[in-house]
Structure formats: structure tokens, C-alpha cells
């Protein structure tokens, strides 16, 4: 069965600090560019970040930038975004994402971040 599987997400106060993860299966998952959107209430799904099958390549939208990192551990098939110096604005359901054959999402993970 492919598939991903979100956790690490939940409440947190503006300036924290999650890390959330996307474990895969099914598929070889270093091969794959690996992809987090998010989507908040009333909002369009977006970009977060993308990352090559090594790592050794990563974008991020600029709404996120020097305050997201995208990382991967292909030997766990798993991976990850580390969020700090959190917003309000940061506010939604993340969803871990890939192209195999088809389009792959996960179930997402809700981040709230509030005072």
C-alpha cells in the first residue's frame, strides 16, 4: 500500500517551535521529490517547501523562509519540517505530498498557533 502518514502537529504560542512528520511507504522514497503544503480555513492549499530525493536541494516559499527547514532520512523514509519562531499566520492543516504515478497526499496534521 503507498501512502504517507503526518504527526507533530498541534498547539502552539506564537515564537514556538514543531516538528512535523510525513513517514512513507510503499514506494522507493529516495528517489522521489518530497513536497509540504498547507491549507488554512477559507484558503487555497500552497506551497510550503519542496526537497529533492538527496536533500541536497530545497525551496521554500518566502513566507516561510529562515523560519522553516525541510529535511529528509531516506534510511527511515521519513520526512520532515522543522517550524520555529511561529506565526498565527502560520495557521493550518499540513499535508506531506509526492507524485508516485499519480498524486500522493497524506491525511495532514492540524498546527494552530495561538496565544
Known amino acids: 500500500q503507498v501512502q504517507l502518514v503526518e504527526s507533530g502537529g498541534g498547539l502552539v504560542q506564537p515564537g514556538g517551535s514543531l516538528r512535523l512528520s510525513c513517514v512513507a511507504s510503499g514506494f522507493i522514497f529516495s528517489t522521489y521529490l518530497m513536497y509540504w503544503y498547507r491549507q488554512a480555513p477559507g484558503k487555497e492549499r500552497e506551497l510550503v517547501a519542496r526537497?529533492?530525493?538527496?536533500?541536497?536541494?530545497?525551496y521554500y516559499t518566502d513566507s516561510v523562509k529562515e523560519r522553516f527547514t525541510i529535511s529528509r532520512d531516506n534510511a527511515k523514509n521519513t520526512l520532515y519540517l522543522q517550524m520555529n519562531s511561529l506565526k498565527p499566520e502560520d495557521t493550518a492543516v499540513y499535508y506531506c505530498y509526492t507524485v508516485h504515478f499519480r498524486p500522493l497526499w497524506g491525511q495532514g496534521t492540524q498546527v494552530t498557533v495561538s496565544s
Open positions: 526537497i529533492s530525493g538527496t536533500g541536497g536541494s530545497t
